[in-house]
């Protein structure tokens, strides 16, 4: 059964740090690039960090030198340690499959997100 879990999402002032932890069911976290999105207040979702099955890292220039995504393949989970936050990192975070998987995944019906963590940064 497919389940993607966020959490570690809070109000922190801007400067401050975070640290989010996703938990996939094995379906979809073993062997698959995965990826952290977001969703600001009124915006549409977007990539924020991706990581092959191998560790290898991508990050979206507004986070890059702030953000480290990471994980453990042994549990099945994903984690992105945030940085130097900025009211404009303000939005809920996500996870799921990197991009060019969840595209074939979603020609085979997978259109699955969880309820996503709320980061709310302060100024």
């Known amino acids: 059964q497919e389940q993607l879990v966020e959490s570690g999402g809070g109000l922190v002032q801007a400067g401050g740090s975070l640290r989010l932890s996703c938990v996939a069911s094995?379906?979809?976290?073993?062997?698959?690039?995965m990826a952290w999105y977001r969703q600001p207040p009124g915006e549409p979702r977007e990539l924020v960090a991706s990581?092959?099955?191998?560790?290898?890292?991508n990050y979206a220039d507004s986070v890059k030198g702030r953000f480290t995504i990471s994980r453990d393949n042994a549990k099945n989970t994903m984690y992105l340690q945030m940085n130097s936050l900025k009211p404009e990192d303000t939005a809920v975070y996500y996870c799921?499959?990197?991009?060019?998987?969840?595209?074939?995944?979603?020609?085979?019906?997978?259109?699955?997100w969880g309820q996503g963590t709320q980061v709310t940064v302060s100024s």
């Open positions: 799921n499959l990197a991009p060019e998987i969840r595209g074939r995944w979603y020609v085979r019906g997978y259109n699955y």
């Open positions: 094995g379906s979809i976290f073993t062997g698959n690039d």
């Open positions: 990581i092959t099955s191998g560790g290898s890292t």
